[in-house]
Structure formats: structure tokens, C-alpha cells
């Protein structure tokens, strides 16, 4: 069946600071791969996409890349700032069942000035 | 417009109990979902419903039903809730499941607790 691991949280940064959050992916097929925000309180939001191999998708300054061979879609951010303190989840839909989204545990950021 | 509306927003259960969630959607969507999360696991799929009178089972459904009331609404309920039942309930809607990378639009959650 379809899996989606993420790194190990929560992740602590400074304003400014570099942002890396692994995501890796196992899935038949050729799944769409999402991250999705939770800001504290709310429901989930999309932040970005990739529907296929080598896409990159990118929202508010946040990529990640599809890449296929590693079967991975690392979101990265530049300089993170204390806005983007949220639970990221990477996710994937391999367009069957209904395009039932399968997610990782979520990864907590916390942004700090 | 609303978007994914739920309700209650919270709900305090004793065992054995029974109760309804609700879900509506105003962006005409034809795919509906009902989802779980529990601390360390992100979110698991319950029920969902691909399109108007049609239901199926997600990864964690045992001890909820569900009713796709009209394009609209998306019920789930718990007949007999259950301590293990505590959790947060997200409810989301999509346009079309058969589109590659089509979103899933998610309502602001219900928070429950089962005593």
C-alpha cells in the first residue's frame, strides 16, 4: 500500500534560517505528492504540489521537487519567518479510490524571532 | 462563501454514547472525506464518498457510519463512542477525485473527546 515518512519533529529555527522538512514516499504508480499547513487552530491548507516526475512546486517561497529515482519531495525555504511556524504534512494521492490523500505524521516548526 | 463548514467545533462524549458530525460544502465539489488525527500518526482516512450516493471505506473505519446526505453534506457518525474514538475529525471536499493533483479543501475541525 501507499506510505509517506517524514522527518522526525518538531524543528526549532531561527528567523532567517534555512528550512529543509525530508518527506519520502512509497506508492504504485504515479502518485500527485503535496505538502500540505495546519496553522494552530484551523483545519488543513494546501501549500504546494508536483503532479509528475522532476515538477517543482512553490507557494509563498516554500519548493519541493518530485524526484522520482528517490522517490522523495523535500520542502525547503530559504528564510523561514515566525509566520510559518505551523505542522507540515507531506501527502500523496495515487488518483485511485476516490484520490484519497495519504499523509505522513506531520512535522512540527516552530519559528523563533 | 464558506467553504468546508463543520460542526460542533467540540464535544465531550461519555462512553456508549452516540452523535453526529456534520460537514457541508458550498464549492459545488463532488468528492467528500472524512479524516482523523491523532497525535504522531498525521491524518487517516475514515470514510469517503467519491460522488453523490456513494460511499467507501477509508483506513480506520470500524465503529463509524456515514451518510452523503445530498452533494452537500457528508455525515459520519459514532453509534457507540468509545475512548479510542478521541480525536480530532477534519472533513474535506475535492472537485474531481480523477484529476492528478486535484486538492482537498478541509474544514476547520471538530475537536472530541470520549470519556
Known amino acids: 500500500g501507499n506510505s509517506v515518512t517524514q522527518m522526525e519533529g518538531p524543528v526549532t529555527l531561527s528567523e532567517e534560517a534555512f528550512l529543509t522538512i525530508n518527506c519520502t514516499y512509497t506508492?504504485?504508480?504515479?502518485?500527485?505528492l503535496f505538502w500540505y499547513v495546519q496553522y494552530p487552530g484551523e483545519g488543513l491548507q494546501l501549500l504546494l504540489k508536483a503532479t509528475k516526475a522532476d515538477d517543482k512546486g512553490s507557494n509563498k517561497g516554500f519548493e519541493a521537487t518530485y524526484r522520482k529515482e528517490t522517490t522523495s519531495f523535500h520542502l525547503e525555504k530559504g528564510s523561514v519567518q515566525v509566520s510559518d511556524s505551523a505542522v507540515y504534512f507531506c501527502?500523496?494521492?495515487?488518483?485511485?479510490?476516490?484520490?484519497?490523500?495519504?499523509f505522513g505524521e506531520g512535522t512540527q516548526l516552530t519559528v523563533n524571532p | 462563501n464558506a467553504g468546508v463548514t463543520q460542526t460542533p467545533k467540540f464535544q465531550v462524549l461519555k462512553t456508549g454514547q452516540s452523535m453526529t458530525l456534520q460537514c457541508a460544502q458550498d464549492?459545488?465539489?463532488?468528492?467528500m472525506y472524512w479524516y482523523r488525527q491523532d497525535p504522531g500518526m498525521g491524518l487517516r482516512l475514515i470514510y469517503y464518498?467519491?460522488?453523490?450516493?456513494?460511499?467507501d471505506k477509508g483506513e480506520v473505519p470500524n465503529g463509524y457510519n456515514v451518510s452523503r446526505l445530498n452533494k452537500r453534506e457528508f455525515s459520519l457518525r459514532l453509534e457507540s463512542a468509545a475512548p479510542s474514538q478521541t480525536s480530532v475529525y477534519f472533513c474535506?471536499?475535492?472537485?474531481?477525485?480523477?484529476?492528478?493533483?486535484?486538492?482537498?479543501?478541509f474544514g476547520p475541525g471538530t475537536r472530541l473527546t470520549v470519556l
Open positions: 464518498s467519491a460522488s453523490e450516493g456513494t460511499t
Open positions: 474535506a471536499s475535492s472537485v474531481d477525485p480523477g484529476i492528478p493533483g486535484n486538492e482537498q479543501f
Open positions: 506508492a504504485t504508480g504515479y502518485p500527485s
Open positions: 464549492m459545488n465539489h463532488n468528492s
Open positions: 501527502a500523496l494521492s495515487d488518483g485511485a479510490s476516490g484520490s484519497r490523500l495519504t
